[in-house]
């Protein structure tokens, strides 16, 4: 008989789901939780899910700012199928650094002359 892995992930904490629920005034369904795991655990991991499952709010949003939170010399790449689709990306992640106040510091600071 399998076991249910799956109830399990779901019961563990989320070290994300704040930044999401709380700071960035997002859904963080059932399956985030075990995305989180992965993506913990997983030097490389393929994600395959249908639309509107959130992958490039999670992937693409959600650990990025929560990871360059952690660590100020994080970089992030965006890869998608389009450059309109990137530039969508990167322009909801800078809409939320700028909109919300705990994602301030995530600003970029402009160099002095």
Known sequence: MKKNTHALVIKMPSRIEPLACAV???DYPD????????????KRLLVTATRDH????????LLPLFR???NPNYEICVISYSDEQVMK???GIAGLVEDKKLLQTLKPRTASI
């Open 24 to 26: 960035c005034d997002l």
């Open 68 to 70: 360059a939170g952690f």
């Open 89 to 91: 990306i990167i322009s």
């Open 54 to 61: 959130g992958k490039t709010t999670f992937f693409s949003t």
């Open 31 to 42: 399956h985030f939780y075990e995305w989180e795991l992965l993506a913990d655990n997983c």
